[in-house]
């Protein structure tokens, strides 16, 4: 496999990481203390074309390659989770399995709005009682007539209070992650609302929320695939967006290596930058190598996909692997730094409370390990 970039793939990174160096990171500080990302920068996200990546030219988006982008991602990560965040869960989770099987007419009403930004996405499976377990959703739909009546609790939605529509993940007939279906809510719906805020460790700007249904009404039209069908598409919704986390992760590791190497080189101690110590030359050396191994195992994940035969296994390794590499990275950075690394308006101190969140959404390490583990089993 050739992972050479092309002149366009070139300069769809450099375009977006300009934006993220130049107009995002800048304002990470303001964001963390905020807790808000400035719509000003989601409009200019949108002017750069970055809400349409995953929806097709002809509904408005740009229809990106899994290649294309993984690249893109690669340059959210640079200024961390919580401006990336707020992409990601558009990009990824929230538009994919409307883009994937919505009908004509649900994609004519939802995915122009959502390729301009106007309206934002999310995705909701997990419930206080299914989380790693998700197909042991709750939330049920009994349909009356042409409409369904949707009754549960949501939590965890990245992005959730500010999604003009929502993908939820519902049980329409018995037990087990059969006879589950997809719904898209507005936040307009009858029986709809947003519970609790939550307050993270980490992904500030990017809030997550509590979701609730109290005979929320859903028309058939907005029923997302055939009844009972849902967990197919959500399960692929979710590995389709897993290297996505990979890529945030390998993005966020470059600028800390990028960091740590320019403070390596400027910080002195003994009468010497303390780049100079075998030390901290094997610490850069291990956050390097793992960064460059998370990079094609993502880059592998995704040209998989582009090719049509993507595997669970290369998935879940880019994504178990680029997560713990970024654990690895993001703590060494911090070492690296010593005290300063430790003081919160530093940027590495960021990226070490972001980073945490990688291992648990989208599928923990844990589960990314049984996915693997299962695979060599089965041969
Ligand atoms: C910041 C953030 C954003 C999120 N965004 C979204 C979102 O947009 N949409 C959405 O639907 N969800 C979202 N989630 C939820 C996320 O996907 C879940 O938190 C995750 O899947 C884990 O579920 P859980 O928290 O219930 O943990 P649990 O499933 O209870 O797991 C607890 C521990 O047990 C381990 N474990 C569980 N089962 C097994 C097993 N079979 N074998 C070995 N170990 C196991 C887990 O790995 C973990 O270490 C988000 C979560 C966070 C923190």
């Given at each position: 496999?050739?992972?050479?970039?092309?002149?366009?793939?070139?300069?769809?990174?450099?375009?977006?990481?300009?934006?993220?160096?130049?107009?995002?990171?800048?304002?990470?500080?303001?964001?963390?203390?905020?807790?808000?990302?400035?719509?000003?920068?989601?409009?200019?996200?949108?002017?750069?074309?970055?809400?349409?990546?995953?929806?097709?030219?002809?509904f408005g988006?740009?229809?990106?390659?899994?290649?294309?982008?993984?690249?893109?991602?690669?340059?959210?990560?640079?200024?961390?989770?919580?401006?990336?965040?707020?992409?990601?869960?558009?990009?990824?989770?929230?538009?994919?399995?409307?883009?994937?099987?919505?009908?004509?007419?649900?994609?004519r009403?939802y995915l122009p709005r959502m390729a301009s930004?106007?309206?934002?996405?999310?995705?909701?499976?997990?419930?206080?009682?299914?989380?790693?377990?998700?197909?042991?959703?709750?939330?049920?739909?009994?349909?009356?007539?042409?409409?369904?009546?949707?009754?549960?609790?949501?939590?965890?939605?990245?992005?959730?209070?500010?999604?003009?529509?929502?993908?939820?993940?519902?049980?329409?007939?018995?037990?087990?992650?059969?006879?589950?279906?997809?719904?898209?809510?507005?936040?307009?719906?009858?029986?709809?609302?947003?519970?609790?805020?939550?307050?993270?460790?980490?992904?500030?700007?990017?809030?997550?929320?509590?979701?609730?249904?109290?005979?929320?009404?859903?028309?058939?039209?907005?029923?997302?695939?055939?009844?009972?069908?849902?967990?197919?598409?959500?399960?692929?919704?979710?590995?389709?967006?897993?290297?996505?986390?990979?890529?945030?992760?390998?993005?966020?590791?470059?600028?800390?290596?990028?960091?740590?190497?320019?403070?390596?080189?400027?910080?002195?101690?003994?009468?010497?930058?303390?780049?100079?110590?075998?030390?901290?030359?094997?610490?850069?050396?291990?956050?390097?190598?793992?960064?460059?191994?998370?990079?094609?195992?993502?880059?592998?994940?995704?040209?998989?996909?582009?090719?049509?035969?993507?595997?669970?296994?290369?998935?879940?390794?880019?994504?178990?692997?680029?997560?713990?590499?970024?654990?690895?990275?993001?703590?060494?950075?911090?070492?690296?730094?010593?005290?300063?690394?430790?003081?919160?308006?530093?940027?590495?101190?960021?990226?070490?409370?972001?980073?945490?969140?990688?291992?648990?959404?989208?599928?923990?390490?844990?589960?990314?390990?049984?996915?693997?583990?299962?695979?060599?089993?089965?041969?």
């Amino acid at each position: 496999m050739d992972f050479e970039l092309n002149a366009e793939e070139r300069a769809l990174a450099e375009t977006v990481k300009h934006f993220i160096d130049t107009r995002v990171e800048p304002r990470m500080r303001e964001i963390e203390t905020r807790n808000q990302i400035p719509e000003e920068l989601f409009k200019e996200a949108a002017e750069l074309g970055l809400f349409g990546i995953s929806i097709p030219e002809e509904f408005g988006g740009s229809g990106l390659s899994r290649f294309s982008r993984v690249l893109v991602h690669q340059m959210l990560g640079r200024s961390g989770f919580g401006f990336a965040g707020a992409l990601a869960a558009h990009t990824g989770i929230g538009s994919d399995a409307l883009v994937s099987i919505g009908t004509e007419d649900q994609k004519r009403r939802y995915l122009p709005r959502m390729a301009s930004g106007e309206l934002r996405a999310a995705f909701a499976i997990t419930e206080p009682e299914a989380g790693s377990d998700a197909g042991s959703v709750r939330t049920r739909a009994r349909k009356l007539g042409d409409r369904y009546y949707l009754n549960g609790t949501k939590h965890f939605i990245s992005g959730g209070s500010r999604a003009g529509v929502i993908t939820v993940v519902a049980r329409t007939g018995g037990e087990g992650s059969k006879d589950l279906s997809l719904f898209l809510v507005e936040p307009s719906f009858r029986g709809f609302r947003i519970g609790q805020l939550y307050e993270t460790m980490g992904t500030r700007g990017h809030p997550v929320a509590e979701l609730i249904f109290e005979d929320c009404e859903v028309s058939e039209e907005n029923r997302l695939g055939p009844e009972g069908e849902g967990w197919i598409a959500a399960t692929k919704t979710l590995s389709g967006a897993r290297p996505l986390v990979a890529a945030r992760c390998v993005g966020a590791c470059e600028r800390l290596i990028e960091i740590s190497t320019d403070y390596a080189k400027t910080r002195k101690q003994f009468g010497r930058a303390i780049g100079e110590f075998q030390a901290i030359q094997f610490m850069l050396a291990d956050m390097a190598t793992r960064t460059e191994a998370a990079r094609w195992l993502t880059y592998h994940a995704a040209t998989l996909a582009d090719q049509g035969h993507p595997t669970m296994e290369s998935i879940s390794m880019a994504k178990l692997f680029a997560s713990e590499a970024l654990a690895f990275v993001a703590d060494a950075a911090l070492q690296i730094q010593g005290g300063s690394g430790y003081m919160a308006d530093n940027p590495v101190n960021r990226f070490y409370r972001d980073a945490r969140v990688t291992r648990i959404y989208e599928g923990t390490s844990e589960i990314q390990r049984l996915i693997i583990g299962r695979r060599l089993l089965r041969g």
